[in-house]
């Protein structure tokens, strides 16, 4: 039996994925975005409308919007829950008004729409690790120092890493309000960094901007020891279906590799496929530069202390055997990440 999903956030990096996986499966999709009026960023989901004639729906609704996706929801018994701003941290000015409020005024606002639809049965809802810890150093406390879903990020807040602090709360006020009912059910998916070739390619998504400079060849001279714990955003589009899907599916799923990749791990395999391999750093910068130089480039120490050479393995085994997810070599997301760069970034 065809069934009808909603997608928050549908031009986003990853909601664009799921839609097109839900597309593929045959079900039908609600997908909202804050205004149809703008071509530039419905353009992707216009172009699908055409691809899957009947199955896809665009809706108007506001993350900060009381009852504002309450139309999109109607006829769905599935819903996506991706919206939530992502900014690196260059470009938040107001971590309050920027990502705090949406994201945690979002998830209540969605979930209000949820209550008042008696046909959902499932949410899925887009988290992150940063949701279980704060800075890398943080594993480091952690049984084993592998990153576990068993923990909540404790060390962030509105003016210490509020990307991390957003979705921490967002994440924890979603579980209170599914534990007070028990007609629908909450699964959070947990990805790392989401990397990978990107469906909507003028996303605003912190993930397609994260590499830019390296890309560029801003940091040929050589990279902080800095790595990173990274997913493919297919791993999570496919995710989000089984989750939906599968109801013994239950509770946070980390969704990342095993293993970090450093930066400068990262730029050998994209020197392989960049048209101008010599732009990219084959060093790795000491961390007594770094530490020096950092502030001039509004790194503090304190953060240099809890990131700088600081790496952990993450405990994904759930996802895998609940989820069925087979994590892809990192060399396959780096070439198809590229690959999408050049073309939507006119590289």
């Known amino acids: 039996m065809t069934t009808t999903a909603l997608v928050t956030g549908g031009s986003g990096f990853v909601a664009a994925q799921i839609i097109r996986r839900l597309l593929e499966d045959k079900q039908n999709v609600h997908a909202t975005v804050r205004s149809l009026a703008n071509k530039s960023k419905c353009q992707y989901l216009l172009k699908m409308q055409m691809e899957f004639p009947g199955q896809l ?13 309450d139309g999109a929801m109607k006829g769905c018994t599935i819903v996506h829950h991706v919206a939530s701003p992502f900014l690196l941290p260059e470009q938040i000015k107001d971590g ?9 005024e979002g998830t209540r606002n969605v979930l209000e729409s949820v209550k008042k639809n008696q046909d959902i049965t499932r949410v899925v809802m887009t988290s992150t690790i ?32 509020p990307y991390h602090y957003s979705k921490v709360i967002a994440e924890q006020e979603a579980w209170k309000i599914s534990k007070a009912q028990n007609r629908w059910s909450l699964v959070c998916i947990n990805p790392g960094m989401v990397l990978g070739p990107s469906s909507a390619g003028n996303s605003d998504s912190g993930s397609l901007f994260l590499l830019d400079e390296m890309l560029k060849g801003y940091f040929f001279y050589g990279m902080p020891d800095l790595s990173l714990a990274t ?38 395999i994209l020197r392989k496929f960049h048209k101008r391999p010599y732009l990219l750093p084959r060093h790795q910068v000491s961390n007594w530069i770094v530490r020096i130089l950092g502030p001039l480039f509004g790194l503090s120490q304190s953060y240099m202390s809890a990131h700088l050479g600081v790496r952990f393995k993450s405990d994904n085994r759930r996802s895998v055997q609940e989820l069925g997810i087979t994590y892809r070599p990192l060399e396959e997301t780096l070439r198809d990440h590229y690959k999408s760069w050049v073309v939507h970034k006119k590289a």
């Open 96 to 104: 309050q008004s920027q990502l705090v409020t949406p994201a945690l």
């Open 231 to 268: 997913v493919d955003v297919r791993e999570v589009a496919q995710a989000h279906l089984v989750a939906a899907k599968n109801l013994e599916a239950h509770g946070r799923y980390i969704l990342c590799d095993v293993d970090m990749a450093s930066f400068v791990e990262i730029s050998r």
């Open 57 to 69: 729906g665009l809706f108007e609704a506001d993350l900060l919007v009381p009852g504002s996706f």
């Open 130 to 161: 940063g949701a279980i810890f704060g800075d890398y150093i943080d594993v480091h406390s952690m049984k084993d120092r592998i990153l576990s879903e068993d923990y909540f990020n404790t060390s962030s807040s509105v003016t210490n890493n």
